[in-house]
């Protein structure tokens, strides 16, 4: 079992910045791929970055540029450095793990962006 914890969310204005942090606990071994996800009411969950264990990253188009992914896999901990942030940036953000083959997630963490 993996617990996902994130933390980092919150209100700014438009252009600024924000941080996420991602803290996975327990059996940790075998984590492959570490994502962010977000999602807003009435659309489905989207992508928005993702890491590899070697490092390898991905992102969604809209968010090139302006975000960055990392993961520290000696802490157990993935973030997603967010600057240039637009109002439609904003959504629950989620933290998502696959180790072997089952997908885990965290509870989700609110980023709200004004204009």
């Known amino acids: 079992q993996v617990m996902l914890v994130e933390s980092g969310g919150g209100l700014v204005q438009a252009g600024g910045s924000l941080r996420l942090s991602c803290a996975a606990s327990?059996?940790?071994?075998?984590?492959?791929?570490m994502a962010w996800y977000r999602q807003t009411p009435g659309k489905a969950r989207e992508l928005v970055a993702r890491?590899?264990?070697?490092?390898?990253?991905t992102y969604r188009d809209s968010v090139k540029g302006r975000f960055t992914i990392s993961r520290d896999n000696a802490k157990n901990t993935m973030y997603l450095q967010m600057d240039s942030l637009k109002p439609e940036d904003t959504a629950v953000y989620y933290c998502?793990?696959?180790?072997?083959?089952?997908?885990?997630w965290g509870q989700g963490t609110q980023v709200t962006v004004s204009s």
């Open positions: 327990g059996d940790t071994s075998f984590i492959s791929v």
């Open positions: 998502y793990a696959l180790r072997v083959t089952t997908d885990y």
């Open positions: 890491v590899t264990k070697g490092g390898t990253t």
